[in-house]
């Protein structure tokens, strides 16, 4: 209803009724009885304020009543009115029964004043709402208006529950309005914002998704106010009535979850019905309308099954869908026989219960039909088979409708920002790349025209790998799948087939090319970063919450990653370390001396140097940087790199630039690269281009060039070979140069090249690098680097012919260590067999332990050999616990002291070579796996500690689907089947947890205790007085006290106390610091509670190797905790370093003369032409004349008279000077 307020032209107060008069061509001022908002700027008028006003309107049916005024004149109460928005001006259509505003129209004024409104969208709402032709006595006595009006709700656009159309008032159809009248008549439907009552009324004008603006200047978004009535309503309280499926309040809420759901689930039947039912009782109402309808053999209806029959139904499916085939048919007999014999007992004309006792009843109740409860759990579409997917190779499911189950069902999302806004910081959350992915996000909303402060933002990790369903035939029973982590936990996915942390979204066989559908998963959720709307139950409320979701790595093993890039794998002469096109040379990558004395001396003792190491012209210096000068002695270009350059003018004319570092003529040798898509997309380019201009006359120069890149020769150089000579064909058709080059323009577009196959889909996708694809822990240290370095011990200790004897006398020890069954320490005897990665990870923690026996306890021969693998050993146990170190405060490494690890790991690997065989050969460390070592520093930076992007945690999902996959078919019928049954099987265990009220159960499980539990006191104490290995673990107050575990109670945990001194004799064993420990003789019982929150660490209590008994008396042990610590020289638990006793010599002495200046010297070259050279040497004679003190270079004067910059002091030159005869300074 509206009045006119005071005006020049008339000041009469109609209240309601509106004479002829309504034509006037100037404006007037009326009061509003209605809130009005506008639909344009949502501006937000209340009741009693005024407005100027157009014109009035009637339907144009005629559908108004009619009355007789004072004047006798008839007059006719209007039905809407054009009004002005005084902020910004648009004209409004504007109810005058109620608050409803039509969307805006014409700016042309002179269109409003007609006296009949001809809207569709005005008449489908006042038919719906006002006509007294079509509503009850009831209804038409108490039209909806804001004060004490009925529940009217609305469905915002895009439900398709009306139609559209243009109107001669060009009103702007933009969006379906329904209402749905009810008969509570007590509910006003709306809530109270600032004193203010807004009712779902407010929103007619609004677009879906838009906001009413309060006085206060504050939006309320339509979101907002239907989960604030859920709020109200408490919609998420238990009910115990499910028989009739009813409203609940005055229904605004649930009628628009309603309207969500079946728009989210409209072409997924099962799934729209389980959710709608389960509105009235989350996670009970859905599964006993599941029972019920199973019971009764229907597909549809509203029959609930009591709480009995519905959980012994859940269980009975939980026992038939893990039974044989067999072990089915003879549990239903036994249910027969059951049946027959309680038969006599029931009472006469009671029915009997629902039991499966047949085959029959067991496809109908169970699962193999569509009544049957399993077949009715909610569950994604599979696409592929009868349902095209994305190709005819894979089974697919989508992962916008993943993500819709999970939210609908429950799941407890981790946001890295939620519904307070508050950013998530912890663990994967807080690192730099989840900043990234965060910003991307937020971009994405506000171009989509989000609100990014009334959304929730969420992370997916895919990873992607295949495997052997069956050990027969393995290569055509190789099967791919691709998974993705929706919110992974903040430390990391969790390890174990059970965990509901990710989900197997695309499955295939392993020789089918997945580009295809990996390509569609990343544009899919390139849509989902826009926002998504979604119904979210998480906690137990259900609520409409806008969402985004993006991609912020990929984790896979080496060959999986080179796979899905394209690129070369890790046998590639050009692709050793991951995400770099350069070679490996084992004279001049590696450090040189100098370069690892600085090294080492900067790693002991914190020393820097003024040598610029990238300067070093006898070493790379590990540095692929494109600046360092000695990668021109490693990689000159071949015979077949093509050497003529592409004219600048064409380059212009066709759009393209040469890609960095790689234009032709490279001149004497090619620079590493790092590698991005954009880069190798650009080398790509040009080498079409130069071949189909006749530029380069042959495809070994494009294949020469392209493997330069590091690109795949099977998924990228073969096609862009075949593409290159049809190119060359069209190009030469062409006879002016402007059609050539638009030609080419459009041809060797990246778009272009995708859909003709040339490039990879991955390639051009805007959110993706190929930084986001991961290094993972357990491939390239533990099963790579690690299991490498015990097998080239392995083989040392095969030529000193004491393997046999050492592995028995440390498997006493190891075999205790296995008994104990610790997660931290899981290792087995050797030799290594049948080894899984935590066996390895145990081998990484015990490895200066086990040789430290090796070298105290075994004779060996090659005495040079020994200190190249202590220092390859310690070494490596010094850089991955750097890399895999977290604290409980979460401190960072320092990242150059970790750089520095890794490459003198590396170059002691080197060191050891010489020591394996006579050539000096280091086959052994030229795996990928060691030089990806080199990335992982800045991985770590980027995406957090390597621990939470453990491999095994996602290689677990494999174990979901390899049961399903026993009897393998090559169909994609098959794999489709196969991939709703894990589906369904996820949704069962989910359902029934819930059910069955398993899951807080888990969340309340205790801390683990990690350390074994003896016997009796007397065990520890004997452990200790022999000298065995005891398990341990420290209290956060207690530094230097540690305590063994023993006894079987559960309460109560009965400990003995090993007492570390503050003097307490430090002995070293291969870097490994082992003290005195004192035994006290009194035993505690702590209470479990106690002690469970104050544990800093556990351990293990080592022995010390003491072979000749140079150490008097027992106790003497060192400790390595499961944060990969250990005892240091004081005593205290830190991360290990390197010991100075093994890396001294590696450092010159202080005071060496190094400059030789005038000094007569003869030089003996070990390698000529960057080959080691092992006869024949010849020694070179000539004088210093110069040193360069900031370089470390000599100038050599040579007797020919040739001049030479040389480090001689620190390269494997033999170097004689003459002073009172020849000297040898250094061999």
């Known amino acids: 209803m509206w009045c006119r307020g005071e005006s020049s032209h008339d000041s009469t107060a109609l209240g309601g009724s509106r004479g002829q008069q309504h034509c006037h061509q100037q404006n007037e001022m009326v009061t509003l009885e209605h809130n009005f908002v506008c639909v344009n700027c949502r501006f937000l008028l209340t009741s009693g304020e005024h407005v100027e006003m157009i014109s009035a309107h009637?339907?144009?049916?005629?559908?108004?009543?009619?009355?007789?005024?004072?004047?006798?004149?008839?007059?006719?109460?209007?039905?809407?009115?054009?009004?002005?928005?005084?902020?910004?001006?648009?004209?409004?259509?504007?109810?005058?029964?109620?608050?409803?505003?039509?969307?805006?129209?014409?700016?042309?004024?002179?269109?409003?004043?007609?006296?009949?409104?001809?809207?569709?969208?005005?008449?489908?709402?006042?038919?719906?709402?006002?006509?007294?032709?079509?509503?009850?006595?009831?209804?038409?006595a108490l039209p909806p208006t804001s004060e004490g009006d009925d529940s009217v709700v609305i469905h915002p656009p895009g439900t398709e529950l009306g139609g559209s159309g243009g109107d001669d008032d060009n009103i702007i159809d933009t969006m379906d309005i329904s209402f749905e009248q009810h008969q509570d008549n007590d509910e006003d439907g709306g809530i109270e914002f600032g004193g203010i009552e807004i009712t779902e009324l407010d929103y007619c004008a609004t677009e879906y998704n838009n906001a009413v603006l309060l006085s206060s200047g504050e939006e309320l978004g339509y979101e907002d106010f239907v989960n604030q009535c859920i709020i109200d309503e408490h919609l998420a309280s238990d009910?115990?009535?499910?028989?009739?499926?009813?409203?609940?309040?005055?229904?605004?809420?649930?009628?628009?979850?309603?309207?969500?759901?079946?728009?989210?689930?409209?072409?997924?039947?099962?799934?729209?019905?389980?959710?709608?039912?389960?509105?009235?009782?989350?996670?009970?109402?859905?599964?006993?309308?599941?029972?019920?309808?199973?019971?009764?053999g229907a597909v549809t209806g509203d029959e609930f099954a009591d709480e009995t029959e519905t959980s012994a139904l859940l269980l009975?499916?939980?026992?038939?869908?893990?039974?044989?085939?067999?072990?089915?048919?003879?549990?239903?007999?036994?249910?027969?026989?059951?049946?027959?014999?309680?038969?006599?007992?029931?009472?006469?004309?009671?029915?009997?219960?629902?039991?499966?006792?047949?085959?029959?009843?067991?496809?109908?109740?169970?699962?193999?039909?569509?009544?049957?409860?399993?077949?009715?759990?909610?569950?994604?579409?599979?696409?592929?088979?009868?349902?095209?997917?994305?190709?005819?190779?894979?089974?697919?499911?989508?992962?916008?409708?993943?993500?819709?189950?999970?939210?609908?069902?429950?799941?407890?999302?981790?946001?890295?920002?939620?519904?307070?806004?508050?950013?998530?910081?912890?663990?994967?959350?807080?690192?730099?790349?989840?900043?990234?992915?965060?910003?991307?996000?937020?971009?994405?909303?506000?171009?989509?025209?989000?609100?990014?402060?009334?959304?929730?933002?969420g992370l997916i990790v895919p990873w992607s790998d295949g495997f052997v369903s069956n050990w027969v035939r393995q290569k055509d029973n190789n099967v791919w799948i691709k998974t993705v982590t929706i919110c992974p936990p903040a430390n990391g996915k969790k390890g174990n087939k059970n965990s509901t942390d990710s989900h197997v979204v695309v499955m295939g066989l392993s020789k089918h090319s997945h580009s295809n559908v990996v390509s569609a998963t990343v544009d899919e959720i390139a849509m989902i970063e826009k926002g998504v709307t979604r119904l979210s139950y998480q906690g137990g409320t259900p609520r409409l919450l806008m969402t985004s979701f993006g991609i912020l790595a990929f984790v896979s093993d080496r060959p999986e990653r080179s796979s899905l890039n394209s690129t070369l794998g890790c046998t590639g002469n050009t692709s050793k370390r991951a995400l770099y096109a350069a070679p490996f040379d084992k004279i001049w990558v590696p450090s040189c001396r100098r370069c690892l004395a600085d090294r080492v001396r900067r790693t002991l003792f914190g020393e820097t140097s003024s040598f610029v190491h990238n300067k070093c012209r006898q070493c790379c210096d590990w540095d692929y940087s494109s600046e360092t000068e000695a990668w021109k002695n490693v990689w000159p270009p071949g015979s077949d790199f093509p050497d003529q350059t592409i004219d600048d003018n064409v380059l212009l004319s066709v759009g393209l630039n040469w890609p960095s570092h790689r234009r032709v003529p490279v001149g004497s040798y090619i620079k590493p690269m790092k590698q991005s898509f954009a880069w190798m997309i650009s080398g790509v380019q040009i080498a079409l281009l130069a071949y189909a201009t006749g530029t380069w006359s042959s495809l070994?120069?494009?294949?020469?060039?392209?493997?330069?890149?590091?690109?795949?020769?099977k998924h990228v150089i073969e096609y862009a070979e075949k593409y290159a000579k049809e190119l060359k064909k069209e190009v030469r058709a062409i006879t002016d140069d402007t059609g050539r080059y638009s030609y080419l323009r459009s041809v060797l577009d990246a778009k272009n090249l995708v859909e003709c196959g040339v490039l990879p889909h991955l390639w051009i996708k805007e959110s993706i690098d190929m930084s986001m694809f991961l290094e993972e822990p357990m491939h390239g240290i533990f099963l790579g680097v690690v299991g490498t370095t015990y097998e080239v011990m392995e083989q040392f200790m095969a030529k000193e012919s004491n393997r046999a004897t050492f592995e028995r006398h440390v498997n006493q020890f190891l075999f205790d260590i296995r008994d104990f069954k610790l997660s931290f320490c899981a290792i087995r005897e050797f030799p290594k067999a049948q080894w899984i990665s935590e066996n390895f990870v145990a081998v990484a923690r015990l490895n200066r332990f086990i040789y430290g026996h090796y070298f105290s306890a075994m004779t060996v021969k090659d005495k040079t050999a020994v200190d190249a693998a202590m220092r390859m050993i310690t070494s490596l146990d010094v850089m991955i616990s750097q890399l895999m170190y977290k604290s409980d405060d979460d401190d960072e490494i320092d990242p150059d002291s970790t750089r520095d690890i890794v490459k003198i790991f590396l170059s002691c690997c080197i060191e050891w070579a010489t020591h394996l065989s006579k050539s000096g050969n280091c086959d052994f460390m030229e795996k990928a796996n060691f030089f990806s070592l080199l990335n992982l520093v800045d991985q770590v930076l980027q995406y957090g500690s390597l621990r939470m992007w453990w491999g095994g945690s996602f290689e677990a999902d494999i174990g979901k689907v390899k049961a399903e996959l026993k009897y393998l078919r090559k169909t994609q019928s098959f794999l489709a089947t196969k991939l709703a049954a894990t589906r369904k099987q996820f949704y069962y265990n989910d359902i029934s947890a819930r059910w069955f009220g398993e899951n807080k159960s888990n969340a309340a499980k205790q801390y683990a205790f990690d350390c074994y539990r003896a016997a009796?006191?007397?065990?520890?104490?004997?452990?200790?007085?022999?000298?065995?290995?005891?398990?341990?673990?420290?209290?956060?107050?207690?530094?230097?006290?540690?305590?063994?575990?023993?006894?079987?109670?559960?309460?109560?945990?009965?400990?003995?106390?090993?007492?570390?001194?503050?003097?307490?004799?430090?002995?070293?064993?291969?870097?490994?610091?082992?003290?005195?420990?004192?035994?006290?003789?009194?035993?505690?019982?702590?209470?479990?509670?106690?002690?469970?929150?104050?544990?800093?660490?556990?351990?293990?209590?080592?022995?010390?190797?003491d072979a000749d008994g140079t150490v008097d008396g027992v106790g003497y042990y060192s400790i390595i905790t499961d944060k990969w610590r250990s005892l240091d020289v004081e005593g205290n638990t830190s991360l290990p370093k390197l010991p100075l006793s093994l890396f001294h010599s590696i450092i010159p002495p202080e005071n060496f003369d190094l400059s030789l200046v005038g000094q007569q010297i003869a030089v003996l070259f070990p390698f000529i032409d960057n080959k080691t050279k092992e006869s024949g040497l010849d020694w070179y004679n000539g004088q210093v004349a110069n040193y360069h003190e900031s370089t470390g270079e000599h100038l050599i004067i040579w007797e020919e008279g040739d001049t030479d910059l040389l480090h001689l002091s620190l390269e494997d030159y033999g170097i004689l000077h003459r002073e009172k005869g020849w000297k040898l300074i250094k061999n």
């Open 700 to 713: 070994k120069m494009v294949k020469a060039y392209l493997l330069s890149f590091a690109i795949s020769s």
């Open 316 to 457: 009975l499916t939980k026992i038939m869908i893990r039974l044989t085939k067999d072990d089915r048919k003879a549990l239903l007999k036994y249910n027969k026989c059951l049946l027959e014999m309680l038969e006599p007992y029931f009472v006469p004309g009671t029915p009997l219960p629902a039991v499966p006792s047949s085959e029959a009843l067991l496809r109908k109740m169970v699962m193999g039909s569509r009544t049957a409860l399993f077949d009715q759990l909610p569950r994604e579409i599979v696409y592929g088979g009868d349902l095209g997917g994305v190709d005819d190779k894979h089974a697919t499911i989508s992962i916008n409708d993943l993500i819709n189950h999970e939210m609908a069902i429950g799941k407890d999302y981790t946001w890295i920002v939620g519904e307070d806004c508050v950013r998530n910081r912890n663990g994967i959350y807080g690192t730099p790349a989840a900043a990234r992915t965060l910003d991307r996000l937020k971009s994405r909303v506000l171009e989509n025209g989000g609100d990014v402060n009334k959304t929730v933002f």
């Open 58 to 140: 009637q339907i144009k049916t005629g559908a108004g009543a009619e009355s007789v005024g004072n004047d006798g004149v008839v007059l006719a109460t209007p039905d809407a009115m054009s009004v002005v928005c005084p902020k910004c001006s648009t004209v409004n259509v504007q109810c005058c029964h109620c608050s409803f505003t039509a969307s805006k129209v014409s700016t042309r004024r002179d269109r409003h004043r007609t006296n009949y409104l001809n809207s569709k969208n005005y008449t489908r709402h006042y038919r719906t709402c006002h006509d007294p032709s079509k509503m009850s006595s009831t209804s038409a």
């Open 239 to 296: 009910r115990n009535d499910y028989t009739t499926h009813h409203h609940v309040g005055s229904s605004i809420a649930m009628t628009e979850l309603e309207r969500h759901i079946e728009n989210a689930f409209k072409d997924n039947e099962v799934s729209r019905r389980y959710f709608l039912l389960d509105l009235q009782s989350w996670g009970r109402a859905g599964i006993r309308g599941i029972v019920g309808r199973s019971v009764s």
């Open 1016 to 1105: 009796s006191a007397g065990d520890v104490v004997s452990r200790f007085n022999a000298g065995d290995v005891i398990s341990v673990f420290r209290l956060k107050s207690q530094p230097r006290v540690w305590y063994s575990a023993f006894g079987r109670d559960r309460d109560i945990l009965k400990v003995v106390r090993f007492v570390l001194p503050e003097i307490s004799g430090a002995v070293e064993v291969l870097g490994t610091f082992y003290h005195k420990f004192n035994l006290d003789r009194h035993y505690y019982q702590p209470k479990r509670t106690e002690i469970d929150s104050s544990i800093a660490e556990f351990g293990l209590m080592l022995p010390i190797p």
